[in-house]
């Protein structure tokens, strides 16, 4: 049971990275992993559609067989996504300082976490689930022989594992980045500002950009693309960041180093 539940997870999450690329490319005209991990994989899509799944198939068997109706599978799915994007998102700002999306420009939203629209379109992608891809996939799955099964589920599962660990990785490190980057421009400045006394503020602005844009192409190179890559697909830093304005700053630099080809 645990590893046909865990297929589904990984099915559902590669659909939901496709649905979230391509939406991608037709909202921003660029290709771009949409995704938490460097996989194909949203697991935030995997988790909700698993958990819709699970709910119905336990509320069927323990009522005697009793299906439920569209109505009720469509309120499910809405509130359960309602939960889900709030704690993942809250759980991900704790955690990393950063948030993956953001619907503070769409109407009926709260903190961004969540919204009304987001949610409702989660409602019907549970009907979908329900009635349309669980179904196809649980046939074809049924097809497949157990011992089979458990060695796919295996594999996907170690696979999930190393792509969590190297996202997180890259994550955590990024923060030590930012920090040393920022201690750097401090003490650069400080250095400036002991030989320049007399020097305008705008002046000072100035220095402070050339410094950053030399010293962060020096860090930038020295960082793994994988790595580089994971940070990018950050929506933006907080403020718990030690310094996220620098945070987001050093974001758009890698984007243009990550442009020219790592040059």
């Not at 989660?122 to 009635?131: M, P, Q, R, S, T």
């Not at 402070?208 to 890559?229: C, M, T, W």
């Amino acid at each position: 049971m645990i590893c046909r539940y865990f297929v589904f997870f990984i099915i559902f999450s590669v659909f939901g990275w496709i649905f979230e690329t391509v939406y991608g490319m037709l909202y921003t005209g660029e290709w771009e992993n949409r995704g938490f991990l460097y996989g194909p994989i949203c697991p935030i899509y995997g988790t909700g559609a698993v958990s819709i799944i699970a709910v119905c198939d336990i509320i069927t068997k323990a009522s005697g067989g009793y299906e439920l109706r569209w109505w009720q599978i469509f309120v499910i799915a809405f509130f359960g996504s309602f939960v889900l994007e709030y704690a993942t998102s809250l759980l991900l700002e704790k955690k990393f300082h950063a948030k993956w999306w953001d619907y503070s420009n769409l109407p009926l939203n709260i903190n961004g976490r969540v919204c009304l629209p987001a949610s409702f379109l989660f409602g019907v992608a549970g009907l979908l689930v329900i009635y349309l891809i669980y179904p196809a996939t649980n046939k074809l799955n049924s097809m497949i022989p157990q011992p089979f099964f458990e060695i796919v589920a295996l594999i996907f599962m170690m696979i999930f594992a190393i792509d969590a660990t190297l996202t997180i990785s890259a994550l955590t490190d990024f923060e030590k980045y930012i920090i040393d980057v920022s201690d750097a421009i401090d003490e650069h400045m400080e250095t400036f500002m002991e030989n320049l006394q007399e020097r305008r503020e705008e002046k000072l602005e100035e220095e402070r950009e050339r410094f950053f844009a030399e010293y962060a192409k020096h860090r930038l190179s020295g960082i793994g693309k994988v790595h580089l890559k994971a940070t990018l697909r950050v929506k933006s830093f907080l403020y718990k960041v030690p310094d996220a304005v620098l945070a987001n700053k050093y974001i758009e630099q890698a984007r243009e180093f990550i442009t020219r080809g790592f040059k």
